[in-house]
């Protein structure tokens, strides 16, 4: 069964450091999707991205966070200089259409730790 | 903005019992809802998803859930809890472009 895939699954950091984490969505997907849980708190949303663009993104994800997708499989999320506050576990998702009704496919996430 | 309200952060029951967790979701004309499941170091993965179909909406690992329209609710049930069901639930609605989730309630099964 097709999944979504992320890297790595844990990744310690200095605070100011910058870090990138690494997702690659299901191949035939066009809508990518960044999300975060801060421990404890919600799942929150991030970004979307389709046709190599951002096209929606909440308040959280200001000028120290980017996504890119550098290649036709990896979808990433840069963020420039951590903070403490941005450790959490990030969640990568991808669907086929941006339909109300389609579901999203998320990947095992990637637990982040500024220190 | 859309809110989604899961009304118990934590649910215990025992082994062979049922299971119960609440779900409201934002007054919507057709809304999209969604139940997902975290275990421990995975992902998140969908249990069943509501789409103004039939309103009782079947999943998978024998859940299921019923939508209330009068009630704005989205409860997720199973008739007989089993240990491998202890994990994080969430209840998501869908937006214009992203999910909006719940704060999730963490289901502990007791033998």
């Known amino acids: 069964e097709p999944e979504v895939t992320q890297t790595p699954s844990h990744q310690v950091t200095q605070m100011g450091q910058e870090v990138i984490l690494r997702c690659v969505p299901i191949?035939?997907?066009?809508?990518f999707y960044w999300y975060r849980q801060i421990l404890g708190q919600k799942v929150e949303f991030l970004v979307s991205?389709?046709?190599?663009?951002?096209?929606?993104k909440s308040e959280i994800f200001d000028d120290q966070f980017s996504v890119e997708r550098p290649d036709g499989s990896n979808f990433t999320l840069k963020i420039r200089s951590t903070k403490l506050e941005d450790s959490a576990m990030y969640f990568c998702?991808?669907?086929?259409?941006?339909?109300?009704?389609?579901?999203?496919?998320f990947g095992q996430g990637t637990r982040l730790t500024v220190v | 903005a859309q809110s989604v309200t899961q009304l118990d952060s934590h649910v215990s029951v025992s082994e062979g019992t049922p299971v119960l967790l609440r779900c409201n979701y934002s007054?919507?004309?057709?809304?999209?809802l969604f139940w997902y499941v975290q275990h421990p170091n995975k992902g998140l993965q969908l249990l069943l998803k509501?789409?103004?179909?039939?309103?009782l909406v079947k999943g998978i690992n024998g859940f299921e859930a019923e939508f209330k329209k009068s009630e704005t609710s989205f409860h997720l049930t199973k008739p007989s809890a089993h240990m491998s069901d202890a994990a994080e639930y969430f209840c998501?609605?869908?937006?214009?472009?992203?999910?909006?989730f719940g704060s999730g309630t963490r289901l502990q099964v007791q033998p």
């Open positions: 991205f389709y046709n190599n663009e951002i096209s929606e």
């Open positions: 191949s035939n997907h066009l809508y």
């Open positions: 998702a991808s669907r086929a259409a941006e339909r109300l009704n389609t579901e999203a496919f």
């Open positions: 007054s919507s004309y057709s809304p999209s």
């Open positions: 509501y789409t103004s179909a039939a309103t």
């Open positions: 998501a609605q869908g937006g214009r472009r992203a999910l909006t």
